[in-house]
């Protein structure tokens, strides 16, 4: 049987060793309930449609961002910039308590942080949410885009950022 057809799950480090070779841009997913910010560092991010405007993101299910953003039923997908990997480790780190404390936010139409400096800031109402395996796949339908094409994405591959 040929490795294409072959019904065998890839070893978990062969299958993270691809997917890392795969650059992917850096965003910070946030959302706000009860005054409560939480955030998180996302590369699983993507566009769906353009009519309606949908996006996607994928969460851990046992994500604090992921509890919160269930109940605020709103978010916002921050694409950082290339000067911004400071930011992408801040709230990548687990249990980090108060991310947002050197960061400079506003909060968006429907309460989600923005963070500032970003190339955009795509602020979304949860549309729908499904099964991802050990994540959640969100469809967030698009309310409004703020952009700055001023400034040059972050871009992580094989577990570092791309200077480009």
Known sequence: MSAATSSHAPASADFRKAM???PAGVTVVTARHDGRLVGTTVSAFSSVSMDPPLVMVCLKRDSRTLATLSLARAFCVNIL???QGDLAHRFAKSGADDR???TAVEPG??????LAGCVANVECELRAVHDGG???ILVGR???VVTDETKTPLVYVRGGFLDI
């Open 109 to 114: 139409l429907c309460g989600a942080p923005l």
């Open 81 to 83: 910039a290339r000067e």
């Open 142 to 144: 698009v309310l409004r």
């Open 20 to 22: 890392g070779g795969f």
């Open 134 to 136: 050990d994540h959640e």
């Open 100 to 102: 947002f404390a050197l």
